[in-house]
């Protein structure tokens, strides 16, 4: 599975973004996908993950913000990001895992985008 991340960008404080992830391979519909951020100096933490089925899970720090989705006629995933805070400024990487339930670890998954930056200006 190879993954491309896109949608990133510098924003102001209480605006919104759209983050994509679009995947190559047959299966996958059949994984479970996730985001992930890393800040500068920070490591690399949960943002939001989405099963098979299409269940969501979220970071406390994100929850009722964000919301992840996937489309698996177009085999892309999307994180919709609303009120967004200067703290959430980070580069994005969205991820697959042959777990179809996904997983808040980042160890779980096998697959890695390149990583998209997101700067949310105050």
């Known amino acids: 599975v190879q993954l491309q991340a896109s949608g990133g960008g510098l924003v102001q404080a209480g605006d919104s973004l759209r983050l994509s992830c679009a995947a190559s391979?047959?299966?996958?519909?059949?994984?479970?996908m996730g985001w992930f951020r890393q800040a500068p100096g920070k490591e690399r933490e949960f943002v939001s993950t989405?099963?098979?089925?299409?269940?969501?899970n979220y970071a406390d720090s994100v929850k009722g913000r964000f919301a992840i989705s996937r489309d698996n006629a177009k085999n892309t995933v999307y994180l919709q990001m609303n009120s967004l805070k200067p703290e959430d400024t980070a580069v994005y990487y969205c991820?697959?895992?042959?777990?179809?339930?996904?997983?808040?670890?980042?160890?779980?998954?096998?697959?890695w985008g390149q990583g998209t930056q997101v700067t949310v200006s105050s």
């Open positions: 991820a697959a895992t042959r777990y179809a339930s996904g997983s808040p670890v980042p160890r779980a998954y096998g697959y």
């Open positions: 391979g047959r299966t996958f519909s059949s994984y479970g």
């Open positions: 989405i099963t098979s089925g299409g269940s969501a």
